[in-house]
C-alpha cells in the first residue's frame, strides 16, 4: 500500500554533507538493524489491526561493491485480505561509503493487481541519471532513462538519507523538499516540522521524546497532508507512530518491537 510505505519519506535531512553528488555520512543506523510494525485500521470507528510491517538492514555487495541492502515488507493479515489484498517487499542497495541510492526494487500486490518497479542508479558529470523499469498489471515491460540536475531518491534510499539528519536547528513550520522517483516519474514533495512531543509503545510501554512532522503531497493543484510521524529525537532517528489519511479511510502505524540499533536511545523517557 502506496501511503503505508511512505513511512520511507519521512525525514529528508534539511541539509546532506555529501561525500559524493547525492551522499551522506551515516551516524544513524548499521547492518543488523531490524524493526518490526504493527498495522491498524479505522472500521466503523474502531481500530483494528489488519497487518504488520518489517524494514532489516545487512551487509551486502552490489557490482562487486561493499553496500547495504535495506529490505520492508508489508503484509495485511486475514481481515485486510477480506477487503483489500497488501503484499509489498521493497529492497534497495546503498554505498555504505556514503549511502549514494545504486538499485532498487518494489514487488507490489495491492488488490488484484501486481507490479514491479526497478531502479539503476549512475552519476555522470555531476548529475543523477535514473534507468527505470516497470512491469505493470497486464504484464508488460515498459523502460526509460532520465537524468536530473539535483539529487533523486526512491522511497527506500531516501529513508536512509533522511535518518542522518540534523534536527536541531529546525523550527515549527519549516518546510523540506522531498523529491522521489518511481519508475514512472518525479513527485516533488515535501514535509513540514511540527515540534516536538512524547509518545507512548503501547506494545512495550516504552515512551520515546519524539520529532514529529507531515508529510505532504499536491496532485492536481491541491495540496494534501498524507502523513504525520513520529520519530525518536537522538541519534537514530527511528519512526516509532504513523498516522495515515488514505483515500477509503484512517490508519496507523506502531512500532513493536526493535533490536540492533546503532546508537543509545537517549529519547527513550523510562
Known sequence: MKKILMILLALLPLSMKAQSQCGTENTAFKAGEFLAYDLYFNWKFVW???????MSTVMSTYNGMPAYRTSLTTKGNDKLDGVFVMRDTLTCYSSIADLSPLYYRK????????????????????????????INRHGEHNWQEKEYDDCVYDMMSIFLHARNMDASKMKKGDVIPLPITDAKHRNDTWMVYRGKENYKVEETGEKFRCLVFSFF????????ELIKFFITDDDNHMPVRLDMNLSFGSAKVYLRSYQGVRNPLKAKLN
Not at 514491479?116 to 542508479?121: N, Q, S, T
Not at 503531497?217 to 494534501?224: A, H, L, N, V
Request: net charge positive; aromatic share 12%.
Open 48 to 54: 483494528v489491526k489488519v497487518g504488520a510491517a518489517s
Open 107 to 134: 514487488g507490489a500486490l495491492e488488490g488484484k493487481r501486481y507490479y514491479v518497479d526497478e531502479l539503476w542508479y549512475s552519476y555522470p558529470n555531476g548529475h543523477t541519471k535514473v534507468k527505470m523499469h516497470r
Open 217 to 224: 503531497e499536491r496532485e492536481d493543484g491541491k495540496d494534501t
